[in-house]
């Protein structure tokens, strides 16, 4: 089975970094993924990471530890337009053909 | 532009009566997905398809049912909708393993 964690809600303000953290426990792992949904719309793809360490694309980073099992997704010089839902998702058993979500963290930016 | 199309956006069906939600894909990927969203909630997968093997989650209901008549159609079948069964339903597809997914629009179910 899959357990995927992540804090409910954070709060950050306009031009600041904010960090989100996701931690999962799978059989199996083939990566780890971060999608942002805004209200009532589609998840869109952000960062991929199979290996350790850390990506990184434009204003958004990802790191990933293995052995921890834990994950965390970096904005920086956050925008009001930022302010969504950032979905942890991983890939775990049946040669990765599983891809489960976690609950999702919702991002509010204020002015 | 190659993509997934979800169709209809919103979709209005009666307590008890079946009813269809469509996908398809222009990208040729081999795997499809079908997630069920509740407001506030993380998408939770119902089933997926590798190519022509169907692979069900351990907690779908029997109520929900997938065919995929060919690699760019995949349906969603409710048989009998509660009101419980009302959630935005994403399908997605990925060219294979460790692969990105990508996302149609959604359709929005309501029962009533």
């Known amino acids: 089975g899959q357990n995927i964690d992540q804090p409910t809600e954070m709060t950050a303000t306009e031009g600041a970094i904010v960090q989100i953290n996701c931690t999962y426990q799978?059989?199996?792992?083939?990566?780890l993924f971060w999608y942002q949904q805004h209200a009532g719309e589609a998840p869109t793809f952000l960062s991929y990471?199979?290996?350790?360490g850390l990506e990184e694309k434009g204003r958004f980073s990802s790191f990933l530890s293995r052995s921890k099992g834990y994950s965390y997704l970096l904005l920086k010089e956050l925008q009001m337009k930022d302010s969504a839902s950032y979905l942890c998702?991983?890939?775990?058993?049946?040669?990765?053909?599983?891809?489960?979500f976690g609950p999702g963290t919702r991002l509010s930016v204020l002015p | 532009d190659a993509m997934v199309i979800q169709n209809p956006r919103y979709q209005v069906t009666q307590f008890g009566k079946p009813v269809t939600l469509s996908c398809s894909q222009t990208?040729?990927?081999?795997?499809m997905y079908w997630y069920q969203q509740k407001s506030s909630q993380a998408p939770k997968l119902l089933f997926h398809?590798?190519?022509?093997?169907?692979?069900n989650e351990a907690d779908t209901p029997d109520n929900f049912q997938s065919r995929r008549p060919n690699t760019s159609f995949c349906f969603l079948d409710i048989r009998s909708p509660g009101l419980g069964d009302a959630a935005m339903y994403l399908c997605?597809?990925?060219?294979?393993?460790?692969?990105?997914?990508?996302f149609g629009s959604g359709t929005q179910l309501s029962v009533l």
């Open positions: 990208l040729n990927h081999n795997v």
């Open positions: 990471n199979v290996l350790d």
């Open positions: 997605a597809t990925s060219r294979g393993v460790n692969e990105k997914l990508f």
């Open positions: 799978t059989s199996g792992f083939n990566g």
């Open positions: 398809y590798y190519d022509k093997d169907f692979n």
């Open positions: 998702a991983v890939r775990g058993d049946n040669y990765g053909q599983n891809f489960v």
